[in-house]
């Protein structure tokens, strides 16, 4: 769209740009660069205009368009960029994308979901303008016993995009919640679909969503979830910035799959689970009272190794138990 592409170029330049020069780089008149700036303007833009000197980006808004998350990224990253106002589940779009052969690497925004999903049927609370809704498409040519490590994999992503985007360490609680200040910030949730001869992963959408500028939660959910802008001091963060650095980070993947030493070493190096005490759920009885123990480490395949107080000791997978800690959620 003629406008993303001149909000691109008003972000890269240092001062003014004339409207003569954005028409000869973009190969439009200048009557279409006036109409883009007008509409970028009406999406909340401030764009000054001087004579002489043409156009001066002077400040952004928070929205999640396509051209806002562009800016921050080369050209071959936002090829597959979608990026909606509203949809049900960015999962359930890009899951139909990637029916009709959508490339690896495809990537659905959202600034809000209808019906966010999040693990275990459980829905995920997705309202408009404070989080990002992303999902990835990844064909890994591997088999489904590698789903567990992908989805560590992206939460060490997460984390990496996190601290490029605003300097912010965040931790890991296993299996794949981010935290912040022992806090939820964001939930991962993958889903496979598998080839039925050779047992080979399809399609896999890895969706994330982050709470990035929420200021409050809902009374049963404040012992547990956070924003980030809530632990900095109700700072609004530029969504778009951190959407971009997930791009980066997500592809970061697709060339590293499947055995790059990074993901594992980083991934216990942020884990906050390891050396802590825990309860573990069964996955289909979470109401059950749960085994008390400690959680010793990670293991080489991201399971969890955990010491039981009855003198047992396990590796636990995360589709089969989910773990709290033993005085509240982390
Ligand atoms: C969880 O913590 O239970 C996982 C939450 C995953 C939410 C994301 S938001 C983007 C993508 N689309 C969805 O419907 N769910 C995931």
């Given at each position: 769209?003629?406008?993303?592409?001149?909000?691109?170029?008003?972000?890269?330049?240092?001062?003014?740009?004339?409207?003569?020069?954005i028409s000869r780089k973009l190969g439009v008149t200048r009557a279409a660069v006036n109409s883009a700036v007008k509409a970028l303007r009406d999406e909340g833009y401030e764009i000054t205009s001087s004579t002489n000197r043409g156009y001066l980006l002077v400040n952004s808004p928070d929205v999640l368009t396509k051209g806002s998350v562009s800016v921050f990224l080369p050209d071959k990253l936002s090829a597959d960029l979608y990026v909606f106002d509203s949809v049900d589940s960015?999962?359930?779009?890009?899951?139909?994308?990637?029916?009709?052969?959508?490339?690896?690497?495809?990537?659905?925004?959202?600034?809000?979901?209808?019906?966010?999903?999040?693990?275990?049927?459980?829905?995920?609370?997705?309202?408009?303008?404070?989080?990002?809704?992303?999902?990835?498409?990844f064909k890994p040519d591997s088999g489904l016993n590698?789903?567990?490590?992908?989805?560590?994999?992206?939460?060490?992503?997460?984390?990496?995009?996190?601290?490029?985007?605003?300097?912010?360490?965040?931790?890991?609680?296993?299996?794949?919640?981010?935290?912040?200040?022992?806090?939820?910030?964001?939930?991962?949730?993958?889903?496979?679909?598998?080839?039925?001869?050779?047992?080979?992963?399809?399609?896999?959408?890895?969706?994330?969503?982050?709470?990035?500028?929420?200021?409050?939660f809902p009374e049963e959910l404040s012992q547990i979830a956070t924003s980030i802008s809530l632990e900095n001091g109700q700072k609004?963060?530029?969504?778009?910035?951190?959407?971009?650095e997930l791009i980066r980070s997500l592809n970061d993947i697709l060339y590293r799959w499947p055995d790059d030493p990074y993901y594992l070493n980083r991934y216990r190096k942020s884990n906050i689970t390891a050396g802590?005490?825990?309860?573990?759920?069964?996955?289909?009885?979470?109401?059950?009272?749960?085994?008390?123990?400690t959680a010793v480490e990670i293991n080489d395949d991201f399971t969890l190794n955990?010491?039981?107080?009855?003198?047992?000791?396990?590796?636990?997978?995360?589709?089969?138990?989910?773990?709290?800690?033993?005085y509240g959620y982390t």
């Open positions: 769209m003629l406008k993303d592409e001149v909000l691109k170029i008003l972000y890269l330049e240092d001062g003014y740009i004339s409207g003569e020069t960015t999962n359930n779009v890009l899951k139909e994308m990637a029916g009709k052969g959508a490339p690896s690497g495809t990537v659905v925004i959202a600034d809000h979901q209808t019906g966010g999903k999040g693990r275990l049927g459980r829905s995920f609370s997705s309202p408009s303008g404070v989080g990002i809704y992303l999902s990835f498409l590698r789903i567990a490590d992908l989805t560590s994999w992206t939460a060490v992503a997460v984390c990496d995009a996190i601290y490029n985007a605003y300097g912010i360490d965040t931790k890991i609680k296993w299996v794949n919640d981010i935290v912040l200040n022992r806090k939820k910030i964001c939930g991962i949730l993958t889903e496979a679909t598998v080839e039925g001869e050779s047992g080979m992963i399809d399609n896999c959408i890895i969706g994330i969503g982050i709470n990035v500028n929420e200021s409050s609004t963060f530029d969504r778009s910035k951190l959407a971009a802590s005490r825990i309860v573990a759920y069964p996955r289909l009885a979470e109401n059950s009272t749960g085994r008390p123990g955990v010491r039981f107080d009855d003198g047992s000791t396990e590796d636990l997978r995360s589709g089969e138990v989910s773990v709290r800690g033993l």
